[in-house]
């Protein structure tokens, strides 16, 4: 792969030569690889078919999972987040140690390893959220809460520029990854002055099935917004708003 220079820029193929625009910029390869056929048949490319079948089912879980933070991720996932997501899914796959490779899965891995995942890079909530939260799962209710005492946003809450007010947004989410559902619930606080004035107490409950056997996942997350004339709008369309896996639960 090698990086376009120059005023024009091309796209398509010429001889061995493709021309492409990605996220990176204009990028140029030679035309090549190997037969489909081979692939799937040569019993030299056994570990490319173990590793493709593997790499598949982690998508297939990163999808379900952002299926179920669907309402949330609206307006706080980067460009990069599905692509992100998957390469963590990997890890939970490959920390399966019951089957063998290439029939390794989410569920017989260890879906705790995306605790601290965070869906949006440019805002992180451990650089955003300063203001002690307390996340549990309660696997026997069904419960999955977040617990924040009170706290003086402008001095626990790193907002970007133009920010005035905020909200406090968390979601629980059973996940089965066998049969590609989810439950969801989610919750958030009222929109908020970003001030010097302490809040109440912040206590939200999301539930989920009681007594699941399924992996559990809370999210906890920020919105950032600026009044404008009385009116509220999303600050630079969400892009710094963090969402972040606080707690998981793998199953049982």
């Known amino acids: ?48 078919r173990e590793n493709g079948s593997e790499f598949g089912r982690a998508g297939k879980a990163g999808k379900v999972l952002r299926t179920g933070l ?4 609206l307006n706080s996932a980067d460009s990069r987040m599905v692509s992100r997501l998957t390469q963590s899914m990997i890890k939970v796959i490959q920390a ?20 601290g995942f965070e869906f949006n890079i440019r805002g992180k909530l451990g650089t955003s959220l ?19 005492p009170s706290f003086i946003p402008s001095n626990m809450i790193a907002a ?19 049969n590609e559902t989810f439950v969801e619930e989610h919750s958030e606080t009222a929109i908020l002055p970003w001030s010097a004035a302490a809040t109440a107490v912040i206590s939200q409950v999301n539930a989920v099935t009681p007594n ?30 963090p969402l972040s896996l606080i707690k998981v639960d793998g199953g049982v």
Do not use: C, W
């Open 1 to 48: 792969m090698a990086r376009q220079k120059g005023i024009i820029k091309l796209k398509g193929t010429i001889g061995d030569i493709t021309f492409y625009k990605t996220k990176d910029g204009h990028l140029a390869r030679e035309k090549g690889g190997i037969d489909a056929d081979r692939i799937k048949n040569d019993p030299a490319f056994q570990r490319t």
């Open 96 to 115: 399966d140690a019951i089957n063998e490779r290439g029939l390794r899965n989410v569920i017989d891995g260890e879906a705790e390893l995306l605790a």
């Open 160 to 178: 970007p520029g133009g920010t005035t007010h905020f909200k406090i947004i968390s979601a629980g989410v059973e996940v089965d990854f066998e």
């Open 70 to 73: 669907r309402v949330l991720l």
């Open 212 to 241: 699941s056997t399924k992996p559990l996942f809370l999210a906890l997350g920020l919105e950032f917004y600026q009044e404008v004339n009385g009116s509220m709008y999303s600050l630079k369309n969400g892009s710094y708003n």
């Open 130 to 148: 300063y203001a002690q939260y307390t996340g549990a799962i309660d696997r026997a209710s069904g419960e999955l809460s977040v617990d924040i």
